[in-house]
């Protein structure tokens, strides 16, 4: 079974550009997710997609930060315009888990290391 | 904001030692996962514990849960270099519209010298 995918792994930019990231999640798993780690830190969630829907974003920047997940499989999260504090590695994750219930067990793709300058 | 709290924020051991690391964690939970990070690398789901259960194992992983403290423990026996790496408690918050929502602590970095 393939797991999660991602791209770009590493990506370096200037404050003030824009990026995007892009993540393809295991076949079949409604289920998408987008983290946010900074050096040191554990994963923070920044969104949560259930199929092409929003479920939590809550912890989204919205001012510069966005995500779509359309057709319920591919994903991008997008930042424009990036901040020096927005270097981290940025983590996509799936899981089988429909409705609220079941285990969420999840699964990450390697991550894409962003350095802002 | 964080809702798990490792300890120890480091451990550093010698091949074949046994490994110890604590989770708190503040609201009622459904669950509680751990998750291993190799470096550079994403996490990968090594264990997960109901709230109705108190112990769990898996190879040489044994998880311990005490709902009434709010607190976890992840073992690892006979520990090898390659289990060198970051290892992190996830919970699922119990009720309300979380969706499977995990909240992550900030880890414990545990060195395994051969």
């Known amino acids: 079974e393939a797991g999660v995918a991602q791209s770009p792994r590493y990506k370096i930019i200037e404050k003030r550009q824009s990026v995007a990231f892009w993540c393809n999640p295991i076949?079949?798993?409604?289920?998408l997710y987008w983290y946010q780690q900074i050096l040191g830190q554990g994963p923070k969630l920044l969104i949560q997609?259930?199929?092409?829907?929003?479920?939590?974003d809550s912890q989204l920047p919205k001012d510069r930060f966005s995500a779509e997940r359309l057709k319920g499989v591919d994903s991008t999260l997008k930042i424009q315009p990036a901040k020096l504090e927005d270097s981290a590695v940025y983590l996509c994750a799936s899981s089988l888990v429909g409705l609220a219930g079941g285990p969420h067990e999840q699964y990450f793709g390697p991550g894409t290391r962003l350095t802002v300058t | 904001s964080q809702q798990g709290e490792e300890d120890p924020q480091a451990l550093s051991i010698q091949e074949g030692e046994n490994a110890t690391m604590n989770c708190s964690y503040k609201?009622?939970?459904?669950?509680l996962q751990w998750y291993r990070q190799n470096s550079g690398r994403g996490l990968v789901h090594l264990i997960l514990?109901?709230?109705?259960?108190r112990e769990k194992h898996s190879g040489r992983l044994r998880v311990t849960l005490d709902t009434s403290k709010k607190s976890s423990s992840l073992l690892i026996t006979a520990s090898r270099a390659a289990d060198t790496a970051s290892y992190f408690c996830?919970?699922?918050?119990?009720?309300?519209?979380?969706?499977?929502?995990?909240?992550f602590g900030q880890g414990t970095i545990l060195t395994v010298h051969p």
């Open positions: 997609f259930q199929n092409n829907g929003v479920v939590d």
């Open positions: 996830a919970t699922l918050r119990a009720g309300g519209t979380s969706y499977g929502k995990l909240t």
């Open positions: 076949s079949g798993h409604a289920t």
């Open positions: 514990i109901r709230s109705n259960e």
């Open positions: 609201t009622s939970i459904n669950n």
